[in-house]
C-alpha cells in the first residue's frame, strides 16, 4: 500500500490535476506520442451538435501503430528492425485506456464499473502515456473500443505493422494509402478499409474528401509529390472543423464519397460556395514521417474553403541510402516546408534511430540536423537564389515564393514531443 502523501506533496498533486483539467477544458486537439518513432494518438474534440449528454469528447485517430516486435520489409536478410527504446504504450489496450484516461479528465461522462457516478473533471492521477488507469473506468456508452479510426501512412511495416493492427477492434474502420489498404485487406481482421483520396490542385476542398464512416467535420487525404511513383515522399493531411456550418443562401450540400464509389474519373463537382464564413474555417495536421517535397504543398495554399495548419509533422534526420536515395528528407525540406504551412506546432517524427540488421543497413546514411543550421542553410540558399535573379539569372520557379519572403522566418519553429510524451494543440 502506497504511504499517504504528506500536505506539500498533496497539494503539488491537487494542483497538478487541477491544471490538467484546467488545459482539457480548452477542448482543443490533444497529440501523443506512442512510441520513440512514429505512433501517435491524435485525439480531436467533437463539434458540440455531436455530444449528447454523457458522450465522449474526442474523436481518437490511431496513427501508424506499431509498439512491440520487429518490423521486416521484402526479408529479414534484407531489412529487419525493433526499436531501440521500448514503446511507452506497449498494446492497444493501452491506447485504450489512455483514451479513457483522458476522457475522464475532461469531464465526460465516465462511470465506474460498479455504477457509482464519476466524479467529473477531478482526476485521480497525471495523465501519461503508458500507465492507463486500467479496467477502472468505462464510458456511459455501451461501446467496445475507444480507438474511432486508424491512419495508415505507407504499406511499409513500421508503418502497417500486422501484429498491431490485429489488435485493434475489427469494427474500427482504418484509412490507409491503395498499397497498404490492399496489404491490410489481406488480413481479414477489419471490416471496412478505405482507401486514402489524394487532395490536390484539382480537388482542394477537404470536405470533399471526408469518406463514410468518417464523421463529416473531419476528412484524411493524402499529398503525393509528382515523380514519386512510389509514394515513399507523400503526407498525410488531417482536416477538421468543430464548428458547426452555418448554411447560407449560397452554399449546397455535399453528397458524401464512400470508399468503394468515388465521383466518376476523379473529379469532385464544385458544389460549395467559394465564399467562406468564420464557422467553416477548419485546421489540419501534416503528417509526413518520411517527409515530401516543399513543392508539393502548393495546392494547400488554394484549398478553397481555406486551411489553417495546427501541426506540421516532420523529422529533422536526413537519411539516404549511399549518397543518392534519400529516405527521410530531413530538416532543410522541414524548413522549407514550415515556411509554407506556418503551422502553430512542427513537431519532430521517425526519427529513431533503430537498432537492427540486413543488407540494407550497412548502406543506410543518417545526418541528424540541428535545426539552426537547417535554417541557415537555407536561408544561405535563398540569399545566392536572389542574387542571381537580381543579375538576370534564372531562378526556378518553385523557389520564386521563398525568395520573394525570405526576411520572414519567425514561424520556423521546432520542437520534439518524446516518447509518451502528450501535447494539446491550443
Known amino acids: ?23 482539457l477544458a480548452t477542448r482543443r486537439p490533444i497529440l501523443h506520442h506512442l512510441n520513440a518513432d512514429t505512433s501517435w494518438l491524435l485525439q480531436i474534440p467533437r463539434p458540440a451538435s455531436a455530444i449528447k449528454h454523457g458522450s465522449r469528447i474526442y474523436y481518437n485517430i490511431l496513427i501508424d501503430p506499431w509498439f512491440v516486435g520487429g518490423q521486416s520489409d521484402v526479408a529479414r536478410w534484407f531489412s529487419q528492425q525493433w526499436h531501440a527504446e521500448p514503446s511507452a504504450v506497449k498494446s492497444i489496450a493501452e491506447v485504450e485506456e489512455l483514451a479513457k484516461t483522458v476522457e ?3 469531464g ?53 505493422h500486422k ?50 464512416p468518417l464523421p463529416t467535420w473531419l476528412s484524411i487525404a493524402r499529398f503525393t509529390a ?21 448554411s447560407t443562401p449560397h452554399s449546397t450540400p ?24 468564420g464557422s467553416e474555417a477548419a485546421e489540419y495536421v501534416l503528417y509526413t514521417p518520411h517527409g515530401i517535397p516543399f513543392e508539393a504543398l502548393k495546392p494547400i495554399l488554394y484549398a478553397s474553403p481555406p486551411l489553417s495548419c495546427l501541426a506540421f509533422l516532420h523529422g529533422l534526420h536526413d537519411v539516404r541510402i549511399g549518397s543518392a536515395q534519400r529516405l527521410n528528407l530531413g530538416a532543410e525540406n522541414g524548413v522549407r516546408s514550415q515556411r509554407i504551412l506556418r503551422a502553430r506546432y512542427w513537431i519532430g ?30 536561408r544561405d540558399e535563398l540569399d545566392r537564389r536572389k542574387i542571381k535573379s537580381g543579375e538576370g539569372g534564372e531562378v526556378d520557379a518553385g523557389m520564386d515564393w521563398e525568395w520573394e519572403n525570405n526576411e520572414e522566418w519567425d514561424d520556423v519553429k521546432f520542437e520534439e514531443v518524446g516518447n509518451g510524451e502528450s501535447r494539446i494543440l491550443e
Open 1 to 23: 500500500m502506497d504511504a499517504p502523501l504528506d500536505l506539500p506533496s498533496l497539494q503539488l498533486h491537487t494542483e497538478l490535476r487541477e491544471s490538467i483539467v484546467r488545459a
Open 104 to 106: 475522464r479528465f475532461a
Open 108 to 160: 465526460s461522462g465516465l462511470r465506474k464499473r460498479n455504477g457509482n457516478s464519476s466524479r467529473r473533471g477531478t482526476p485521480v492521477t497525471p495523465m501519461k502515456a503508458g500507465t492507463p488507469m486500467k479496467g477502472e473506468w468505462e464510458a456511459e456508452e455501451d461501446v467496445e473500443t475507444l480507438i474511432d479510426c486508424v491512419a495508415i501512412s505507407h504499406e511499409f511495416t513500421d508503418h502497417c
Open 163 to 212: 501484429e498491431t493492427l490485429l489488435e485493434v477492434h475489427p469494427d474500427v474502420p482504418v484509412i490507409a494509402t491503395e498499397k497498404a489498404a490492399a496489404l491490410i485487406s489481406t488480413y481479414s481482421h477489419f471490416r471496412t478499409v478505405l482507401t486514402t483520396p489524394t487532395f490536390s490542385m484539382e480537388s482542394c476542398d477537404w470536405r470533399s474528401h471526408s469518406l463514410f
Open 226 to 246: 509528382p515523380k514519386d511513383g512510389l509514394y515513399y515522399h507523400s503526407a498525410l493531411l488531417i482536416a477538421f472543423s468543430t464548428h458547426p456550418y452555418i
Open 254 to 277: 455535399q453528397k458524401r464519397r464512400s470508399g468503394a464509389s468515388l465521383y466518376p474519373n476523379g473529379h469532385v463537382p464544385d458544389l460549395f460556395s467559394s465564399s467562406t464564413s
Open 349 to 378: 517524427t521517425h526519427d529513431e534511430v533503430k537498432s537492427g540488421g540486413g543488407l540494407i543497413g550497412w548502406f543506410l546514411k543518417r545526418k541528424v540536423w540541428k535545426l539552426e543550421d537547417a535554417v541557415k542553410v537555407v
